[in-house]
Protein backbone atom coordinates (compact mmCIF):
# COMPACT_ATOMS: atom_id res chain seq x y z
CA UNK A 1 0.00 0.00 0.00
CA UNK A 2 1.79 3.35 -1.06
CA UNK A 3 2.70 5.47 2.17
CA UNK A 4 1.90 8.13 0.33
CA UNK A 5 -1.66 7.99 0.60
CA UNK A 6 -3.06 10.27 3.76
CA UNK A 7 -5.24 8.33 6.12
CA UNK A 8 -8.39 10.02 6.61
CA UNK A 9 -11.21 8.63 9.34
CA UNK A 10 -14.04 10.69 8.50
CA UNK A 11 -15.55 11.94 5.30
CA UNK A 12 -16.02 15.75 5.12
CA UNK A 13 -14.74 15.01 1.25
CA UNK A 14 -18.12 13.96 0.26
CA UNK A 15 -19.67 16.91 1.83
CA UNK A 16 -21.99 19.48 -0.04
CA UNK A 17 -19.50 21.36 -2.31
CA UNK A 18 -21.39 25.13 -0.56
CA UNK A 19 -22.12 22.96 2.81
CA UNK A 20 -19.89 24.95 4.79
CA UNK A 21 -17.54 27.36 2.69
CA UNK A 22 -16.90 28.61 -1.03
CA UNK A 23 -13.92 26.78 -2.62
CA UNK A 24 -12.52 26.99 -5.87
CA UNK A 25 -10.24 24.49 -7.10
CA UNK A 26 -6.50 24.55 -9.20
CA UNK A 27 -6.47 22.40 -12.65
CA UNK A 28 -4.84 19.48 -10.97
CA UNK A 29 -8.03 19.22 -8.79
CA UNK A 30 -9.89 19.44 -12.26
CA UNK A 31 -8.11 17.39 -13.87
CA UNK A 32 -8.23 14.49 -11.20
CA UNK A 33 -11.91 15.43 -10.99
CA UNK A 34 -12.51 14.44 -14.76
CA UNK A 35 -10.91 11.10 -14.57
CA UNK A 36 -13.39 10.10 -11.49
CA UNK A 37 -16.04 11.34 -13.90
CA UNK A 38 -15.00 9.39 -16.96
CA UNK A 39 -14.54 6.25 -14.31
CA UNK A 40 -17.57 6.59 -13.18
CA UNK A 41 -19.50 6.84 -16.75
CA UNK A 42 -17.80 3.83 -18.01
CA UNK A 43 -18.32 2.04 -14.36
CA UNK A 44 -22.10 2.86 -14.75
CA UNK A 45 -22.18 1.45 -18.57
CA UNK A 46 -21.19 -2.21 -19.81
CA UNK A 47 -19.19 -1.06 -22.73
CA UNK A 48 -18.76 2.71 -23.64
CA UNK A 49 -16.87 4.27 -26.68
CA UNK A 50 -14.82 7.36 -26.69
CA UNK A 51 -16.94 9.11 -28.53
CA UNK A 52 -19.83 8.03 -26.32
CA UNK A 53 -17.86 9.16 -23.33
CA UNK A 54 -17.49 12.45 -25.36
CA UNK A 55 -21.10 13.13 -25.17
CA UNK A 56 -21.50 11.55 -21.80
CA UNK A 57 -19.27 13.95 -19.88
CA UNK A 58 -19.23 17.30 -22.28
CA UNK A 59 -15.25 16.35 -22.16
CA UNK A 60 -13.15 17.37 -25.52
CA UNK A 61 -12.59 13.67 -27.77
CA UNK A 62 -8.58 14.63 -26.51
CA UNK A 63 -8.83 15.33 -22.85
CA UNK A 64 -10.78 12.02 -22.97
CA UNK A 65 -8.21 9.95 -25.41
CA UNK A 66 -5.50 11.00 -22.46
CA UNK A 67 -7.97 10.21 -19.59
CA UNK A 68 -8.56 6.66 -20.93
CA UNK A 69 -4.99 6.01 -21.83
CA UNK A 70 -4.28 6.69 -18.01
CA UNK A 71 -6.81 4.29 -16.98
CA UNK A 72 -6.03 1.66 -19.06
CA UNK A 73 -2.28 2.20 -17.91
CA UNK A 74 -3.72 2.13 -13.75
CA UNK A 75 -5.42 -0.91 -14.61
CA UNK A 76 -8.77 0.44 -13.77
CA UNK A 77 -10.52 -0.45 -17.06
CA UNK A 78 -10.00 -2.70 -19.84
CA UNK A 79 -10.45 -2.53 -23.38
CA UNK A 80 -13.26 -5.06 -24.65
CA UNK A 81 -12.95 -5.03 -28.57
CA UNK A 82 -14.29 -2.76 -31.03
CA UNK A 83 -17.53 -2.54 -32.20
CA UNK A 84 -18.98 -4.27 -34.59
CA UNK A 85 -21.81 -3.28 -37.86
CA UNK A 86 -20.67 0.31 -37.78
CA UNK A 87 -19.69 2.14 -41.14
CA UNK A 88 -16.07 3.23 -40.83
CA UNK A 89 -12.90 2.55 -38.93
CA UNK A 90 -14.80 0.64 -35.60
CA UNK A 91 -15.14 1.87 -32.11
CA UNK A 92 -12.57 0.87 -29.56
CA UNK A 93 -14.97 0.01 -26.12
CA UNK A 94 -13.87 -0.20 -22.64
CA UNK A 95 -15.27 -1.42 -19.40
CA UNK A 96 -14.65 -1.26 -15.84
CA UNK A 97 -11.55 -3.62 -14.67
CA UNK A 98 -13.46 -5.05 -11.77
CA UNK A 99 -9.94 -6.19 -10.17
CA UNK A 100 -8.50 -3.46 -11.01
CA UNK A 101 -8.55 -2.32 -7.45
CA UNK A 102 -10.66 -3.97 -3.91
CA UNK A 103 -11.65 -2.50 -0.69
CA UNK A 104 -13.09 -4.01 2.30
CA UNK A 105 -15.79 -3.01 4.24
CA UNK A 106 -16.89 -3.45 8.13
CA UNK A 107 -19.53 -3.06 9.75
CA UNK A 108 -19.91 -3.03 14.05
CA UNK A 109 -23.23 -3.12 15.04
CA UNK A 110 -24.51 -4.28 18.57
CA UNK A 111 -25.30 -7.73 17.34
CA UNK A 112 -23.31 -8.70 14.63
CA UNK A 113 -20.02 -7.63 12.61
CA UNK A 114 -19.97 -8.37 8.97
CA UNK A 115 -16.67 -7.84 6.68
CA UNK A 116 -16.75 -7.85 2.65
CA UNK A 117 -14.62 -7.29 -0.02
CA UNK A 118 -16.06 -5.48 -3.08
CA UNK A 119 -14.56 -4.85 -6.47
CA UNK A 120 -14.65 -2.04 -8.54
CA UNK A 121 -17.58 -3.32 -10.23
CA UNK A 122 -19.40 -3.05 -7.16
CA UNK A 123 -19.62 -6.86 -6.18
CA UNK A 124 -18.98 -8.66 -3.41
CA UNK A 125 -16.01 -10.99 -4.05
CA UNK A 126 -16.31 -12.07 -0.76
CA UNK A 127 -18.22 -11.82 2.72
CA UNK A 128 -17.76 -12.88 6.41
CA UNK A 129 -20.54 -12.16 9.86
CA UNK A 130 -20.19 -12.99 12.79
CA UNK A 131 -23.31 -13.06 14.99
CA UNK A 132 -22.64 -11.92 18.49
CA UNK A 133 -24.11 -9.99 20.55
CA UNK A 134 -22.60 -6.62 22.62
CA UNK A 135 -19.22 -7.32 21.63
CA UNK A 136 -16.53 -5.37 23.38
CA UNK A 137 -13.91 -3.46 21.71
CA UNK A 138 -10.85 -5.52 21.45
CA UNK A 139 -13.36 -8.65 20.90
CA UNK A 140 -14.43 -6.89 17.96
CA UNK A 141 -10.84 -6.26 16.21
CA UNK A 142 -9.66 -9.58 17.07
CA UNK A 143 -12.56 -10.84 15.12
CA UNK A 144 -12.41 -8.37 12.61
CA UNK A 145 -8.83 -9.33 12.11
CA UNK A 146 -9.78 -13.02 11.59
CA UNK A 147 -12.36 -12.50 9.18
CA UNK A 148 -10.10 -9.96 7.03
CA UNK A 149 -7.61 -12.65 6.79
CA UNK A 150 -10.36 -15.28 6.33
CA UNK A 151 -11.19 -13.51 3.54
CA UNK A 152 -7.82 -13.05 1.89
CA UNK A 153 -6.90 -16.55 2.37
CA UNK A 154 -10.35 -17.29 0.01
CA UNK A 155 -9.83 -14.69 -2.49
CA UNK A 156 -5.65 -15.05 -3.29
CA UNK A 157 -6.67 -11.26 -3.87
CA UNK A 158 -3.04 -8.90 -3.60
CA UNK A 159 -3.02 -6.60 -0.46
CA UNK A 160 -1.61 -4.00 -2.48
CA UNK A 161 -4.40 -3.99 -4.72
CA UNK A 162 -6.60 -3.27 -1.57
CA UNK A 163 -6.65 0.51 -2.11
CA UNK A 164 -8.74 1.27 1.57
CA UNK A 165 -10.64 -0.17 4.74
CA UNK A 166 -14.23 1.99 5.24
CA UNK A 167 -16.43 1.19 8.71
CA UNK A 168 -19.80 1.63 9.25
CA UNK A 169 -20.68 1.83 12.87
CA UNK A 170 -24.09 3.29 14.77
CA UNK A 171 -23.79 7.08 16.24
CA UNK A 172 -23.67 6.32 20.16
CA UNK A 173 -23.29 3.12 19.87
CA UNK A 174 -22.02 2.86 23.24
CA UNK A 175 -24.76 5.33 24.64
CA UNK A 176 -28.26 4.53 23.23
CA UNK A 177 -29.70 1.98 25.51
CA UNK A 178 -31.08 -1.02 24.11
CA UNK A 179 -32.55 -3.86 25.77
CA UNK A 180 -30.34 -6.35 27.46
CA UNK A 181 -27.32 -3.93 26.62
CA UNK A 182 -24.72 -4.75 29.41
CA UNK A 183 -23.18 -2.13 31.22
CA UNK A 184 -20.07 -2.06 29.88
CA UNK A 185 -20.37 -1.65 26.51
CA UNK A 186 -20.72 2.05 27.36
CA UNK A 187 -16.92 1.77 26.60
CA UNK A 188 -17.70 2.06 23.42
CA UNK A 189 -18.45 6.00 23.61
CA UNK A 190 -15.32 6.84 24.56
CA UNK A 191 -13.51 4.24 22.08
CA UNK A 192 -11.83 6.16 18.75
CA UNK A 193 -12.87 3.44 16.08
CA UNK A 194 -9.82 4.32 13.57
CA UNK A 195 -7.38 4.16 16.51
CA UNK A 196 -8.64 0.66 17.49
CA UNK A 197 -8.44 -1.05 14.42
CA UNK A 198 -5.04 0.77 13.34
CA UNK A 199 -3.26 -2.26 14.32
CA UNK A 200 -4.72 -4.87 11.94
CA UNK A 201 -5.07 -2.25 8.74
CA UNK A 202 -2.25 0.12 8.14
CA UNK A 203 -3.87 1.51 4.89
CA UNK A 204 -6.22 4.27 4.06
CA UNK A 205 -9.36 4.07 6.23
CA UNK A 206 -12.70 5.37 6.43
CA UNK A 207 -15.44 5.47 9.15
CA UNK A 208 -18.92 6.62 8.77
CA UNK A 209 -22.24 6.48 9.89
CA UNK A 210 -23.79 2.92 9.75
CA UNK A 211 -27.40 4.35 7.92
CA UNK A 212 -25.21 7.08 5.89
CA UNK A 213 -23.41 4.05 4.46
CA UNK A 214 -25.96 2.06 3.51
CA UNK A 215 -27.27 5.52 1.50
CA UNK A 216 -24.30 6.15 -0.12
CA UNK A 217 -23.77 2.55 -1.22
CA UNK A 218 -27.04 2.69 -2.77
CA UNK A 219 -26.67 5.82 -4.32
CA UNK A 220 -23.34 4.60 -6.34
CA UNK A 221 -24.62 1.56 -6.80
CA UNK A 222 -28.34 0.63 -5.94
CA UNK A 223 -31.48 2.39 -6.67
CA UNK A 224 -29.85 5.79 -6.54
CA UNK A 225 -28.82 5.37 -10.18
CA UNK A 226 -32.40 5.38 -10.59
CA UNK A 227 -33.62 7.96 -8.06
CA UNK A 228 -31.20 10.38 -7.78
CA UNK A 229 -33.16 12.06 -4.37
CA UNK A 230 -34.39 9.48 -2.22
CA UNK A 231 -34.60 8.66 1.89
CA UNK A 232 -32.79 5.48 3.32
CA UNK A 233 -34.34 3.78 6.34
CA UNK A 234 -32.12 1.27 7.56
CA UNK A 235 -33.46 -1.12 10.22
CA UNK A 236 -30.58 -2.69 12.44
CA UNK A 237 -30.09 -2.94 16.29
CA UNK A 238 -31.63 0.20 16.14
CA UNK A 239 -33.12 1.94 13.55
CA UNK A 240 -31.19 4.75 11.63
CA UNK A 241 -31.62 7.28 8.57
CA UNK A 242 -29.99 8.59 5.47
CA UNK A 243 -30.89 11.43 3.11
CA UNK A 244 -29.36 11.46 -0.64
CA UNK A 245 -30.36 14.84 -2.62
CA UNK A 246 -29.64 15.08 -6.51
CA UNK A 247 -26.90 11.96 -5.51
CA UNK A 248 -25.63 13.85 -2.92
CA UNK A 249 -25.45 13.00 0.44
CA UNK A 250 -26.38 15.47 2.90
CA UNK A 251 -25.30 15.16 6.57
CA UNK A 252 -27.09 18.00 8.23
CA UNK A 253 -25.02 20.90 10.62
CA UNK A 254 -24.05 18.32 13.13
CA UNK A 255 -23.61 15.14 10.91
CA UNK A 256 -26.69 13.73 12.41
CA UNK A 257 -29.54 13.73 9.62
CA UNK A 258 -31.63 11.17 9.33
CA UNK A 259 -32.17 10.06 12.68
CA UNK A 260 -35.12 8.56 12.63
CA UNK A 261 -34.53 5.92 15.71
CA UNK A 262 -34.70 9.12 17.74
CA UNK A 263 -38.16 10.33 17.02
CA UNK A 264 -40.36 10.66 20.12
CA UNK A 265 -42.71 7.71 20.25
CA UNK A 266 -44.93 7.02 23.39
CA UNK A 267 -43.05 7.22 26.32
CA UNK A 268 -39.38 6.25 24.33
CA UNK A 269 -38.13 6.54 21.18
CA UNK A 270 -39.19 5.24 17.65
CA UNK A 271 -36.62 2.59 17.40
CA UNK A 272 -37.84 1.04 20.41
CA UNK A 273 -40.50 -0.24 18.43
CA UNK A 274 -38.73 -0.19 14.71
CA UNK A 275 -35.87 -2.05 14.90
CA UNK A 276 -34.68 -5.34 15.32
CA UNK A 277 -34.34 -4.98 18.71
CA UNK A 278 -38.04 -4.14 18.68
CA UNK A 279 -39.07 -7.01 17.12
CA UNK A 280 -36.94 -9.34 19.01
CA UNK A 281 -37.97 -8.20 22.08
CA UNK A 282 -41.51 -9.54 20.38
CA UNK A 283 -40.86 -12.50 19.64
CA UNK A 284 -39.31 -13.65 22.58
CA UNK A 285 -41.89 -15.12 24.43
CA UNK A 286 -43.56 -17.12 21.08
CA UNK A 287 -43.08 -20.80 21.27
CA UNK A 288 -45.26 -21.89 18.72
CA UNK A 289 -45.08 -21.30 14.50
CA UNK A 290 -48.44 -19.50 15.18
CA UNK A 291 -47.12 -17.76 18.50
CA UNK A 292 -44.89 -16.35 16.42
CA UNK A 293 -46.73 -15.09 13.30
CA UNK A 294 -49.11 -13.44 15.70
CA UNK A 295 -46.03 -11.73 17.70
CA UNK A 296 -44.63 -10.31 14.15
CA UNK A 297 -48.51 -9.47 12.93
CA UNK A 298 -48.44 -7.44 16.22
CA UNK A 299 -44.97 -6.10 15.18
CA UNK A 300 -46.04 -5.15 11.98
CA UNK A 301 -49.19 -3.17 12.62
CA UNK A 302 -47.59 -1.03 15.21
CA UNK A 303 -43.92 -0.66 13.03
CA UNK A 304 -46.29 0.50 10.41
CA UNK A 305 -48.32 3.29 12.50
CA UNK A 306 -45.39 4.48 14.12
CA UNK A 307 -43.72 5.09 10.51
CA UNK A 308 -46.80 6.16 8.95
CA UNK A 309 -46.60 9.81 10.08
CA UNK A 310 -42.35 9.57 9.22
CA UNK A 311 -43.24 8.79 5.56
CA UNK A 312 -45.43 11.36 5.49
CA UNK A 313 -43.13 14.13 7.09
CA UNK A 314 -40.27 12.82 4.68
CA UNK A 315 -42.29 13.00 1.72
CA UNK A 316 -43.47 16.96 2.84
CA UNK A 317 -40.41 17.84 3.77
CA UNK A 318 -37.88 16.63 1.61
CA UNK A 319 -40.18 15.52 -1.58
CA UNK A 320 -37.33 12.47 -2.61
CA UNK A 321 -38.21 10.58 -5.63
CA UNK A 322 -38.08 7.17 -3.32
CA UNK A 323 -38.19 6.22 0.35
CA UNK A 324 -36.05 3.18 0.46
CA UNK A 325 -36.17 0.77 3.41
CA UNK A 326 -33.20 -1.98 4.21
CA UNK A 327 -30.95 -3.51 7.08
CA UNK A 328 -31.41 -6.53 8.74
CA UNK A 329 -35.25 -7.79 8.47
CA UNK A 330 -36.02 -10.87 5.89
CA UNK A 331 -37.32 -9.27 2.75
CA UNK A 332 -40.51 -10.99 3.37
CA UNK A 333 -40.98 -9.32 6.17
CA UNK A 334 -39.99 -5.71 4.98
CA UNK A 335 -41.93 -6.29 1.85
CA UNK A 336 -44.85 -6.89 4.54
CA UNK A 337 -44.09 -3.95 6.61
CA UNK A 338 -43.96 -2.12 3.54
CA UNK A 339 -47.60 -3.16 2.42
CA UNK A 340 -48.96 -2.27 5.81
CA UNK A 341 -47.48 1.25 5.54
CA UNK A 342 -49.13 2.04 2.52
CA UNK A 343 -52.83 0.17 3.64
CA UNK A 344 -52.62 2.41 6.73
CA UNK A 345 -51.65 5.59 5.20
CA UNK A 346 -54.51 5.27 2.76
CA UNK A 347 -56.47 4.72 5.58
CA UNK A 348 -55.49 7.19 8.19
CA UNK A 349 -54.11 9.88 5.64
CA UNK A 350 -57.23 12.54 6.14
CA UNK A 351 -55.61 15.07 3.27
CA UNK A 352 -53.36 13.89 0.31
CA UNK A 353 -49.80 15.29 0.82
CA UNK A 354 -48.79 16.93 -2.42
CA UNK A 355 -46.26 14.30 -3.51
CA UNK A 356 -45.46 10.68 -2.36
CA UNK A 357 -42.51 9.00 -3.19
CA UNK A 358 -42.25 5.27 -4.00
CA UNK A 359 -41.66 3.06 -1.04
CA UNK A 360 -39.51 0.62 -1.72
CA UNK A 361 -37.03 -2.36 -1.04
CA UNK A 362 -33.33 -1.48 -1.12
CA UNK A 363 -31.74 -2.60 -3.71
CA UNK A 364 -28.31 -3.49 -2.18
CA UNK A 365 -30.62 -4.85 0.82
CA UNK A 366 -28.65 -7.92 2.54
CA UNK A 367 -25.46 -6.21 4.15
CA UNK A 368 -26.01 -2.89 3.24
CA UNK A 369 -24.30 -0.72 5.55
CA UNK A 370 -21.14 -3.30 5.23
CA UNK A 371 -21.14 -2.81 1.23
CA UNK A 372 -22.16 0.62 1.77
CA UNK A 373 -18.45 1.47 4.08
CA UNK A 374 -16.35 -0.41 1.38
CA UNK A 375 -17.60 2.22 -1.19
CA UNK A 376 -16.01 4.73 0.83
CA UNK A 377 -12.18 4.16 0.04
CA UNK A 378 -13.88 3.95 -3.86
CA UNK A 379 -15.52 7.59 -3.41
CA UNK A 380 -12.56 8.74 -1.72
CA UNK A 381 -9.69 8.18 -4.57
CA UNK A 382 -11.28 7.35 -7.74
CA UNK A 383 -15.23 8.31 -8.28
CA UNK A 384 -16.73 11.96 -8.25
CA UNK A 385 -17.53 13.33 -5.25
CA UNK A 386 -18.35 17.40 -4.75
CA UNK A 387 -15.35 17.38 -2.33
CA UNK A 388 -13.40 16.14 -4.85
CA UNK A 389 -13.31 19.21 -7.28
CA UNK A 390 -12.81 21.90 -4.10
CA UNK A 391 -9.50 23.24 -2.97
CA UNK A 392 -9.06 23.12 1.09
CA UNK A 393 -7.51 26.23 3.14
CA UNK A 394 -3.36 24.34 2.99
CA UNK A 395 -3.98 22.41 0.03
Not at 194 to 222: C, K, T, V, Y
Request: some cysteine; aromatic content about 4%; proline content about 4%.
Amino acid sequence: MAEEMRWKYFSDDRDARLGRSLSGTNLALAGDYNQRIVLQSIRRHDMVTRSQLVAMTGLTAPTIMNITRRLLEQGLIVNCGRTEGARGQPAMRFMVNADGCHAFGVNIDRDQLTVVLLDLAGRVRALRRHDEAFLLPEAARTIIAGLMRSILDETGIDVDRIIGLGVAVPDDLGKVPLRRMPEGYAIWTDTDVGALLRPIWSGPLHIDNDAAAAAIGEAQFGLGLVHPSFFYILVMAGLGGGVVLDGVYHRGAAARSGELGFLPHGDGMLQDVVSLSGLRHRLAGAETAADREAALEGWLDDAALALVPVVAAINCLINPDAILIGGGLDRDVAARLIRRIQDMAGRTTSRKIPAEAALAIARIYDHAAAIGAAILPFLDQLLPTEGSLMKRPGD
